[in-house]
T-cell receptor, first 114, second 114 residues
Framework: AQKVTQAQTEISVVEKEDVTLDCVYE???????LFWYKQPPSGELVFLIR??????QNEISGRYSWNFQKSTSSFNFTITASQVVDSAVYFC???????????FGAGTRLTVKP | GAGVSQSPRYKVAKRGQDVALRCDPI?????LFWYQQALGQGPEFLTY????????KSGLPSDRFFAERPEGSVSTLKIQRTQQEDSAVYLC????????????FGQGTRLTVV
């Protein structure tokens, strides 16, 4: 079965704190792709990153970093020195093989307080 | 256009009414996806187009849901005889290539069936 689990429903931090959003995935395919999207109150899903199953290299983009570990089937997302503008719902998603379906987790609502 | 555009942003329908939701993808994008997002949930796949061909409609919840993309650009999602459980945000996404490139989402249409 293809599945994405985001165990953290809501997280609240104070500005400048670091925060990690967890994502655990399940798939039997050896070729798959993992994504993170941000959904601000406006509703639009904003693409953040794509990782394929053959590339376990971690990535850093400004204050954002991603830790992909196939051994634990996890693709966690860390925001360093969080800001109020980071407040949103964050979704982790999985696409496998040549499948057109993108399976999303239930999302984690992040609130960053000033 | 600069991004994926959906209209209307909000739609209130009486139960039993037919509705049509429009999606203008990014110009030149081959792939187009429709998703349904219930309150507090992640988006769920409905259907996929490659140009004008509807290659995957496995996510459509019933035969009351119908989607088309006749000229390989604008797409319409139609829901016949709406029911209260159809209330959700309907998201459209497009991507340049088929399959596993990142998809860019519109702001969605919030459908409320009363």
């Amino acid at each position: 079965a293809q599945k994405v689990t985001q165990a953290q429903t809501e997280i609240s931090v104070v500005e400048k704190e670091d925060v990690t959003l967890d994502c655990v995935y399940e798939t039997r395919d050896t070729t798959y792709y993992l994504f993170w999207y941000k959904q601000p109150p406006s509703g639009e899903l904003v693409f953040l990153i794509r990782r394929n199953s053959f590339d376990e290299q971690n990535e850093i983009s400004g204050r954002y970093s991603w830790n992909f570990q196939k051994s634990t089937s996890s693709f966690n997302f860390t925001i360093t020195a969080s800001q109020v503008v980071d407040s949103a719902v964050y979704f982790c998603a999985l696409r496998w093989g040549n499948n057109n379906d993108m399976r999303f987790g239930a999302g984690t609502r992040l609130t960053v307080k000033p | 256009g600069a991004g994926v555009s959906q209209s209307p942003r909000y739609k209130v329908a009486k139960r039993g009414q037919d509705v049509a939701l429009r999606c203008d993808p990014i110009s030149g994008h081959v792939s187009l996806f429709w998703y349904q997002q219930a309150l507090g949930q992640g988006p769920e796949f409905l259907t996929y187009f490659q140009n004008e061909a509807q290659l995957d409609k496995s996510g459509l919840p019933s035969d009351r849901f119908f989607a088309e993309r006749p000229e390989g650009s604008v797409s319409t999602l139609k829901i016949q005889r709406t029911q209260q459980e159809d209330s959700a945000v309907y998201l459209c996404a497009s991507s340049f290539l088929q399959g596993n490139t990142e998809a860019f989402f519109g702001q969605g249409t919030r459908l409320t069936v009363v």
